[in-house]
């Protein structure tokens, strides 16, 4: 399939901005047949931000509002406007802290994606690496999801499996997940944006193109 324009990303995150960085690496290498189109944080000091405009890539901060764990309709309609004027094909959740709402989700339905740090549907919520150490389960991962109403809910694109290790403290074990999100988050993109993904359900299929 040929695309009249090129598959374009729009990335948000809180936080330090590790997957974006993986993800514009493989951007970068070509791995990932896209552009990054914007990257929006609700936090003006995110290390995602900085790390955007190190690799010269449009980078916003655009204020989340009065909640804490969501956006207000003012932070939500600044959000849409900003991903729809930057003509985003695909929104990628890499550490966004706020739980998205109707409008939003009508706005892209089906084009947002999330990572998160455990093998879901366990664990879902904060600090799930965690939740997983303290439930002594003997495997964790990571997965790579759509984004439907619910929290860390939607059909599942893929998941990596880590070990839990005896001796493994919250820190060890959230640093290996963070290791394999870093290698899945950046195909399951690439996935995407060669057009091998459909929905069906609750399932995600995978055709090779
Ligand atoms: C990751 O652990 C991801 O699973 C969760 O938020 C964290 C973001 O980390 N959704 P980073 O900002 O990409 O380093």
Redesign the pocket.
């Known amino acids: 399939m040929t695309r009249e324009h090129s598959f374009r990303l729009g990335l948000l995150?809180s936080?330090?901005?590790?997957?974006?960085a993986a993800i514009a690496d493989a951007v970068a290498t070509g791995k990932i047949p896209a552009d990054i189109a914007l990257v929006a944080s609700d936090v003006e000091s995110a290390g995602?931000l900085t790390l955007a405009r190190d690799r010269k890539l449009p980078a916003q901060f655009i204020p989340p509002g009065k909640f804490r764990t969501k956006l207000d309709e003012d932070a939500e309609r600044a959000f849409v406007a900003a991903l729809q004027s930057a003509n985003v094909d695909l929104i990628v959740l890499?550490?966004f802290m706020r739980v998205l709402k109707g409008d939003f989700l009508r706005a892209f339905e089906g084009r947002i994606v999330?990572?998160?740090?455990s093998l879901l549907p366990s664990f879902p919520g904060l600090e799930a690496w965690k939740q997983a150490l303290d439930h002594g389960v003997k495997v964790t991962g990571?997965t790579v999801h759509f984004v439907d109403a619910g929290v860390d809910a939607g059909p599942i694109i893929g998941q990596e499996t880590v070990s839990v290790l005896d001796n493994d403290t919250p820190e060890t074990l959230h640093q290996r997940i963070?290791a394999a999100?870093h290698r899945l988050y950046p195909e399951c993109v690439a996935a995407i944006a060669r057009g091998e993904i459909s929905i069906v359900g609750r399932k995600v299929i995978r055709k090779k193109i």
């Open positions: 995150g936080g330090k901005g590790s997957n974006f995602i890499a550490g999330n990572i998160h740090p990571c963070h999100e």
